[in-house]
């Protein structure tokens, strides 16, 4: 029998910090989404950032491990529709990212969906010092969904969270 | 027992998973030895990308043939005739970066085209792992893309080095568009769409990035190697094969 609220077991996977980006939760990275209580049971329904993130698996038994605190075994589900998109973050988280020193995703556009569109949206403003004197250093960065920039400004190499 | 459908959707999905799988093995030989600290990670990210589209597309599959595999029975117990990749993606590198960037490139944008036609598919799993995989593989082809033209364009040596790639690659190419009865089931039933239809569409892409790369496609090739599809691979296939399964091999009840 489950007794929580839903609201409540929402805060619950709220509260899981992202295993690779603490700053922000697994909720606000738009990784949970669905929540459902059955008579017997609670249903949640996962989706992969990138197809291959390495920090689902981890993110799985975060949920499975916050739930059973409060005597809940769900039934975790990995659903690929819609596509995770970078869109889903809120104001709010990308300024959570922007203050823990990784440049936020910008809009998604209709450019990034065909590899020779010009997607070149100028420089990306730095985290640390806000100036958009920046360069990109590498496209791929320490996990799937970053990359790597430089500041000319402050001389500081920064991570930006890619727009997916 | 599976009806003929479920047999061609299986067989569908194992096709585009071993594809994956089998690219992603051989760029995962960079990690640890990229020309650049930033191009090992990219290899590494690029790699990782498309073993998850793998899983996708083996834990469907596994889905529909019900009888308890797994994806990893598919991935490390099956043999070298039971694999559907295509030849090119199987082709061992030799520590050419160039050689690696263009095939990248030559299959990333064959798959950009596959998988936006399969964002249509009656079938919603197989739309849904289009739509997941076609972002990712848009941004490998920008990257090898780049780096085509970085290279063709670039000094006589590199040039000459990723014109040659192209060359002994363009052959393999052909048989990226291959199909047959079991396509022929599922278009019929909207799930999967002509190859046919989006080649010329194909030529474009790569045209058109050989052109900014003073890259020419080579002319008259007349033996185009083919053979993924029923299984019959390259000499390299079994010596890729023996070091991705060795250790479940090895160690039977060994689990992630």
Redesign the interface.
């Known amino acids: 029998m489950v007794t929580l609220e839903l609201s409540e077991i929402w805060d619950l996977l709220n509260s899981i910090p992202d295993p690779e980006v603490p700053a922000i939760s697994i909720v606000e990275l738009g990784v949970v989404r669905d929540v459902r209580v059955t008579d017997s049971n609670i249903e949640v329904d996962i989706t992969?950032t990138?197809?291959?993130?390495?920090a689902l698996k981890n993110m799985e038994e975060q949920i499975r491990a916050k739930l059973l605190l409060v005597g809940l075994t769900p039934l975790i589900k990995t659903?690929?529709?819609?596509?995770?998109t970078t869109d889903w973050m809120s104001d709010e988280t990308k300024e959570k990212l922007r203050a823990y020193g990784i440049a936020p995703p910008e809009k998604l556009s209709f450019e990034?969906?065909?590899?020779?569109a010009n997607?070149d949206k100028g420089p990306v403003a730095c985290p640390f010092c806000s100036s958009t004197d920046t360069s990109l250093?590498?496209?791929?960065?320490?996990t799937?969904c970053k990359a790597?920039h430089f500041c000319n400004a402050c001389c500081q190499p920064f991570e930006q969270f890619?727009c997916? | 027992m599976m009806t003929d459908l479920n047999k061609a959707l299986n067989e569908f999905c194992l096709r585009i998973a071993d594809n994956s799988l089998i690219h992603a093995q051989r760029i995962s030989e960079w990690t640890g030895h990229g020309p650049i600290l930033?191009?090992d990670?990219?290899m590494?990210?690029?790699a990782?990308?498309?073993?998850?589209?793998a899983?996708?597309f083996y834990t469907y599959a596994a889905q529909i043939e019900a009888n308890g595999k797994t994806e990893d029975v598919y991935a490390f117990h099956r043999g070298e005739r039971e694999f559907r990749n295509k030849l090119m993606v199987e082709l061992p590198d030799n520590k050419d970066f160039g050689f690696t960037m263009m095939k990248l490139f030559l299959n990333?944008?064959f798959d950009?085209l596959m998988f936006r036609d399969l964002m249509k598919s009656t079938d919603?799993?197989i739309?849904?792992?289009a739509?997941?995989?076609i972002?990712?593989v848009?941004?490998h082809?920008?990257?090898a893309?780049d780096w085509v033209v970085r290279l063709g364009d670039g000094t006589q040596e590199s040039h000459e080095r990723v014109q040659n790639s192209l060359n002994e690659l363009w052959p393999f190419t052909n048989e990226l568009f291959e199909q047959d009865n079991i396509d022929t089931l599922l278009i019929t039933n909207g799930i999967a769409f002509d190859k046919e239809s989006f080649r010329s569409e194909w030529t474009k892409?790569v045209t058109?990035?050989f052109a900014k790369a003073t890259l020419s496609i080579p002319e008259n090739n007349t033996y185009f190697p083919t053979g993924g599809l029923k299984g019959v691979h390259t000499e390299h296939f079994g010596f890729l094969l023996a070091e991705m399964q060795y250790l479940p091999r090895m160690y039977p009840d060994a689990v992630w």
């Open positions: 992969p990138y197809s291959g993130c390495p659903i690929y529709k819609p596509a995770w990034n969906l065909h590899p020779f997607n250093t590498s496209r791929f960065g320490s799937a790597l890619k997916h | 930033e191009e990670i990219a590494s990210n690029v990782l990308d498309l073993i998850g589209q899983r996708g990333g944008c950009y919603e799993t739309s849904g792992l739509a997941k995989s972002k990712e848009t941004y082809v920008r990257h893309g892409m058109e990035i």
